[in-house]
């Protein structure tokens, strides 16, 4: 399950953060989402509409990878996972989270900042950990720096990422991919403005394909 899932995302590269405040806006995200390309969406547990709105998505949209994040209990776990997620993203290296979700083979992205951090999911047989919050802790550069000593592990950034920087994360080989909230605003999603998200989402699909195929062209010379 967790090789497929890293596969997955790794191939989409870009996963927009969500925070949802009524599930009654979730149908309309969710097609706003399909019709810009985009193939996956994460939606956080900062709101009591968290659990229905992943329900509603993963009903209605099953070509729609959707996971949750920050998430920091097994009881949200156990929410999430039944409402239909598929992966869990939670914003700390909680150890008790972490094994849990293991131990049922759920796919899971603790977020780390520190080596020290890293260490413990690398330990956990983990291949690819969250980096957050990402600017705020160094940007690329600190995220180079840590990898160093972590062969073969990579990160999803969050935190700070927009438009103006994916491209710059999501070309680093030590990127499988960035997420962020900067397409699906609070603000968007209240006063119904579907078509941004969509604007804005498709954008975000073509840079990170647009990005890599770049980062393989430069590669290959």
Not at 75 to 81: F, I, L
Not at 85 to 95: E, R, Y
Not at 118 to 133: D, E, M, N, S, T
Request: aromatic content about 8%; overall charge neutral.
């Amino acid at each position: 399950m967790f090789e497929s899932m890293n596969k997955q995302l790794t191939d989409i590269g870009v996963i927009p953060v969500i925070v949802i405040n009524d599930a009654k806006d979730a149908l309309a995200l969710g097609q706003a989402l399909s019709d810009a390309g985009m193939k996956c969406a994460e939606v956080t547990y900062r709101t009591d509409a968290a659990e229905e709105t992943i329900r509603i998505m993963t009903e209605h949209f099953p070509d729609l990878l959707v996971g949750a994040g920050t998430v920091f209990t097994k009881e949200q776990v156990d929410s999430a996972v039944g409402a239909g997620a598929k992966f869990i993203d939670c914003p700390i290296m909680d150890t008790d989270v972490v094994d849990y979700c293991i131990s049922k083979d759920i796919p899971i992205y603790p977020g780390i900042a520190t080596p020290s951090e890293a260490a413990q999911g690398v330990k956990r047989g983990l291949k690819i950990l969250k980096f957050f919050p990402a600017e705020q802790n160094g940007g690329l550069a600190a995220l180079e720096a840590m990898s160093a000593v972590f062969k073969g592990l990579k990160f999803f950034p969050m935190g700070g990422i927009d438009k103006d920087n994916m491209r710059k994360y999501i070309s680093s080989p030590l990127v499988a991919a960035v997420g962020g909230s900067w397409m699906v605003k609070s603000t968007f999603i209240e006063l119904g403005k579907f078509d941004k998200i969509t604007k804005l989402a498709r954008e975000a699909v073509y840079s990170a394909k647009d990005a890599r195929k770049m980062h393989q062209a430069m590669l290959e010379k």
